[in-house]
């Protein structure tokens, strides 16, 4: 079992940063690759980027891709979402996955992901 526990939400104006954390617990963080998801209101879960599990590897959306960077300290078992340039587009509950399983699904699935946080919320107004 992973626990995930995010961090860093709030309000924002459009042009701003802020920096999402997710702390794992109950399993070696370095086994598992890890996903930043978000979810509007009445929209599906969409993937935003994902981590491998020595950090050597990133995937983003393209919608993300060039103003987020996501990155990992397996040391205190954290991943971080750096969100910089925001748009009122990001507004949405944003929730980190931890993938223990290998295989060949793609790190964008969310079915790829095991343990899900409980999201933490960015509201961002232009």
């Known amino acids: 079992q992973v626990q995930l526990v995010e961090s860093g939400g709030g309000l924002v104006q459009a042009g701003d940063s802020l920096r999402l954390s997710c702390v794992a617990s109950g399993r070696t963080f370095s086994s598992v690759a890890m996903g930043w998801f978000r979810q509007a209101l009445g929209k599906e879960r969409e993937f935003v980027a994902a981590v491998s599990r020595s950090g050597s590897y990133t995937y983003y959306a393209d919608s993300v891709k060039g103003r987020f960077t996501i990155s990992r300290d397996n040391a205190k078992n954290t991943v971080y979402l750096q969100m910089n340039s925001l748009k009122p587009e990001d507004t949405a509950d944003y929730y980190c996955?931890?993938?223990?399983?290998?295989?060949?699904?793609?790190?964008?699935?969310?079915?790829?992901?095991?343990?899900w946080g409980q999201g933490t919320q960015v509201t961002v107004s232009s």
């Open positions: 996955a931890a993938r223990s399983r290998y295989g060949t699904v793609r790190m964008s699935a969310r079915d790829a992901y095991d343990y």
